[in-house]
């Protein structure tokens, strides 16, 4: 992996292909490996850049608790530091929030966007209860101990056996995740606002991707707006994970998506 530093942080990232600027950003207590079975065929086309989220990775993870903002400012750094004025950015669950953040923000830093097993809506009171059970669980029993807890319930629940070589594999991912990473990276998710708004009023083509039988964050909160510039796509089976359970299909919602936006 490269590494680049911003603001005091090293941020760590692949990058592969050549062509207009990519980015894919990964969910929680995930890393730029989330993207290893669906880059290489992007790349054949895009310049696909695919960062370690700070805490993540191998990224560093500062102590005390992050915001959503800061890890998006961590991508525009990024960017400016490799010199790309304009992306295409795809956020995967807390990815998202961040690429929300972004197009928030700095909507002219962007080509398009979306959100892949994401949402707009902020956490629940019930979600921000959860956030916190998640910091106590990790700070007292361990990070192996949350991932081996976390990662099957982000797969379809007939893929847990059918697909057990996919889920260990997460779950590895998911190990190398500094403690305070992960809890600064949950109180994050918890503080962030609702930005359903955005969706509905960024000027920018924004893809919204959902999988039929996620548990996590169900396709109808992912489905916040349905405006002209919007595209929906459901992907048939799959849960939370769908780089894992169905990338070829995720691949090709994507590439559908991006070449239309050059017609």
């Not at 590494?3 to 050549?18: L, N, P, R, S």
């Amino acid at each position: 992996m490269e590494k680049v530093m911003c603001d005091g942080t090293t941020i760590c990232y692949a990058e592969q292909g050549k062509g207009e600027a990519l980015i894919l950003l990964h969910g929680y207590c995930g890393s730029s490996s989330y993207w290893d079975e669906v880059v290489p065929e992007l790349a054949r086309s895009y310049r696909c850049i695919v960062p370690d989220l700070r805490g993540h990775g191998k990224t560093d993870a500062p102590v005390g608790s992050y915001t959503i903002d800061q890890m998006g400012n961590d991508v525009l750094q990024l960017m400016d530091e490799l010199k790309v004025d304009k992306a295409f950015l795809l956020g995967h669950s807390m990815g998202g929030y961040i690429a929300l953040s972004i197009a928030q923000r700095h909507p002219e830093r962007l080509n398009a966007f979306g959100l892949i097993h994401s949402t707009a809506y902020p956490d629940s009171e019930e979600g921000k209860e959860k956030r916190l059970r998640a910091v106590s669980t990790i700070q007292t029993e361990g990070i192996v101990h949350f991932v081996d807890g976390l990662v099957p319930g982000l797969f379809a629940q007939e893929h847990v056996e059918s697909l057990s070589t996919q889920v260990t594999r997460v779950k590895e991912i998911g190990y190398q995740t500094a403690p305070q990473g992960a809890t600064g990276a949950a109180l994050a998710m918890r503080e962030r606002p609702d930005r359903r708004d955005v969706l509905s009023a960024t000027p920018l083509p924004v893809l919204l991707v959902a999988g039929e039988k996620d548990a996590v964050i169900p396709p109808e909160r992912t489905f916040t707006s349905d405006k002209p510039h919007i595209t929906q796509a459901v992907i048939p089976g799959a849960g939370h994970m769908s780089m894992y359970e169905a990338p070829e299909e995720l691949i090709q919602v994507i590439k559908q998506f991006l070449t239309g936006l050059s017609k």
